[in-house]
């Protein structure tokens, strides 16, 4: 079995290029579709043609903005019902599910239809962000793009990733969240000739934006003071708080859902329906409508006030969760975000005002509050620490956001079995790795694994001496496969105990005579999960070890119970509890005195 020289080959170059350039076309269809949402929420809420982003709060339609929702909400299931249904729902999950179960290929139109419906969703009041569209729609043209050319599975999912990092970063200047949201959703793996290309496509996707738009933090911050520790162990119970609201929303969404599904009308209507809900939310609420970055904002700068806070929280999480839970386009971040950070910020201004002495700042429980949500409801982790911190750059807010993220995620993964990105998929049978270890068969080598006491027949042996030994019923002759030596104690193949016992093979027949292949080999050195890769490649239960060193003798024989069999070493290490060092024995030997 040949070992590879490097980590990666000269494969990952081209699919490198490949990434970069689907990631300036993810960055420009980005402000494409920024663009979009705004002309479409100009036209629906001011009667004018402008590519502005901008708010639907300031409309003065007074009670006819309840029916702008309704129209796009009809607009997007009727897309949804004779374009794609992969368009429905906020894009993360589809894409997981296409990486799981279809070798990452998401068909062409979703490219065009998924940004389109979005648009038409969140510009005509949708309570949605714009960034799980995106990433969706950066996903799909890396699909596209991996189905045109020549490549494998596994670097057409790359070239998903890529496309999803791209999309991410280019809203929101945050590319190395953006790669680490790749590695938890998408990737499932860390791998040099994975990560790679998803981390250039990361930074040109940001460099792009630089260019367009600048590098200004998407989420400005005042500048916050480092917290004290009783500030930090509050910011961390905030956190846990946090993790059970988390918890709630998931199941309150997906039990939205199920309602809908019990409707007597088509799902093709459902999205009006939830469009109605947030006519009527924004009639009352109007911050509710729209994307809400602004709002976002608003909230870790620390500009809204108890009873804003208040209602921006109720209220974005009726308008949110009902639109969603009826299958409508549009992204999970930044309502959760808004839900998160408002309550986050509730609480601080409270305990500021209860206990000062703390030094808790309402602007720094807000920063952890957004986060703590989606790394509770997502339990992408890593990627939403970093994310806050990108986009507000204030670096005093780190440690407070490591602390109450990681106690959303122990909630969360207390009390949850799925997220709100894997459940819905979940239910379809999917299964989503939700953990990434380091592969146990990787770590043991072959030499260590397999059987050296192996029996052995000759080239010269003669095949009824051979049947006469195995109808002997000795120990030794019970085996199902046995190697092949010539007379220089060489490997020349392995047969089997069903073609030693053939009766169509005459008995005064050769060994030697009856190999028809190679023998497969693999040396002592390699590792375990090659072994069973080179087993799975070449179609064989068992392998020939042969020593590292030339010349190469065998020194064993490698088999599928040998690889199962290898696992009972890492079942003892994850389950097996023991105490290896006993202090009060230790203590007496010290002095002398007898156990």
């Known amino acids: ?183 938890e959703l998408l990737l499932f793996e860390l791998k040099p000739r994975s990560l790679i290309p998803v981390a250039l496509a990361a930074v040109t996707a940001t460099g792009v934006r630089y260019a367009l738009v600048g590098s200004a933090p998407v989420f400005p911050m005042p500048d916050v003071v480092e917290p004290g520790g009783a500030a930090l162990a509050c910011y961390i119970a905030l956190g846990a708080l946090i993790g059970l609201v988390s918890v709630g ?42 994307v809400g970055y602004t709002n ?92 806050a911190f990108e986009t507000t750059q204030q670096p005093f807010g780190l440690l407070p956001l490591l602390g109450g993220c990681a106690a959303a995620y122990l909630i969360s993964a207390l009390t949850m079995r799925n997220t709100i990105m894997t459940e819905k998929i979940a239910r379809r049978g999917v299964r989503v790795p939700s953990e990434y270890t380091a592969d146990f068969l990787e770590q043991v080598t072959v030499g260590k694994a397999c059987t050296r006491d192996v029996i052995s027949l000759h080239t010269a042996d003669e095949l009824g001496e051979v049947r006469s030994w195995l109808n002997s019923g000795k120990p030794d002759a019970q085996h199902q496969g046995y190697p092949v030596l010539d007379d220089q104690g060489r490997v020349r193949g392995v047969v089997t105990r069903r073609d030693l016992l053939n009766p169509d093979v005459p008995e005064l027949r050769h060994i030697g005579e009856m190999l028809g292949r190679e023998p497969i080999v693999v040396r002592e050195d390699h590792s375990l999960r090659e072994a069973a890769d080179h087993m799975v490649a070449e179609n064989v239960g068992r392998l020939i070890v042969v020593s590292t060193e030339p010349p190469q003798r065998m020194v064993g024989i490698l088999t599928r119970g040998d690889l199962l069999a290898a696992h009972a070493r890492r079942l003892k290490e994850a389950h097996q509890a023991g105490r290896h060092i006993r202090i009060r024995q230790a203590i007496r030997r010290r002095i002398g005195v007898p156990g």
């Open 296 to 387: 976002i904002e608003a909230i870790v700068a620390g500009h809204l006030g108890a009873a804003a806070l208040a209602s921006l929280c109720l209220m974005k999480f009726l308008s949110w969760s009902i639109a969603l839970g009826s299958g409508t386009s549009g992204g999970t971040l930044a309502p959760l975000f808004t839900i998160g950070g408002a309550l986050g910020a509730l609480a601080g201004m409270a305990l500021a005002a209860l206990a000062p002495r703390l030094g808790i700042d309402p602007r720094i429980a807000g920063l952890v509050g957004m986060a703590a949500i989606f790394a509770g409801a997502s339990r992408a982790l890593l990627a939403t620490i970093v994310f």
């Open 1 to 183: 079995m040949p070992r590879e020289s490097t980590l990666v080959d000269r494969r990952v170059l081209l699919i490198t290029a490949v990434a970069i350039v689907i990631a300036a076309g993810a960055a420009l269809i980005a402000r494409v579709l920024t663009a979009l949402i705004g002309l479409i929420t100009n036209l629906a809420f001011y009667g004018r043609w402008s590519v502005e982003f901008v708010s639907p709060a300031g409309h003065h339609l007074g009670a006819w903005v309840i029916a702008v929702p309704v129209v796009g909400g009809l607009i997007v299931g009727v897309m949804a019902r004779y374009g794609s249904q992969a368009i429905r729902g906020h894009g993360i999950p589809e894409a997981m599910e296409q990486v799981l179960l279809n070798e990452s290929k998401i068909a062409p139109r979703i490219t065009f239809l998924k940004p389109v419906s979005s648009a038409i969703a969140i510009g005509t009041g949708g309570p949605f962000g714009a960034e799980g569209p995106i990433i969706a729609t950066g996903g799909a043209m890396g699909s596209f793009l991996g189905q045109l050319l020549r490549v494998t599975a596994a670097e057409r999912k790359t070239l998903l990733a890529a496309g999803a990092a791209a999309g991410m970063a280019a809203v929101f200047g945050s590319p190395v969240s953006a790669l680490i949201l790749a590695v």
């Open 249 to 290: 929303v998931t199941r309150i969404v997906y039990g939205i859902e199920d309602a809908f599904e019990k409707l007597p009308v088509h799902w093709m209507w459902w999205p009006a329906i939830g469009g109605l809900a947030v006519g009527v939310v924004g009639y009352f609420a109007p911050l509710t409508m729209g």
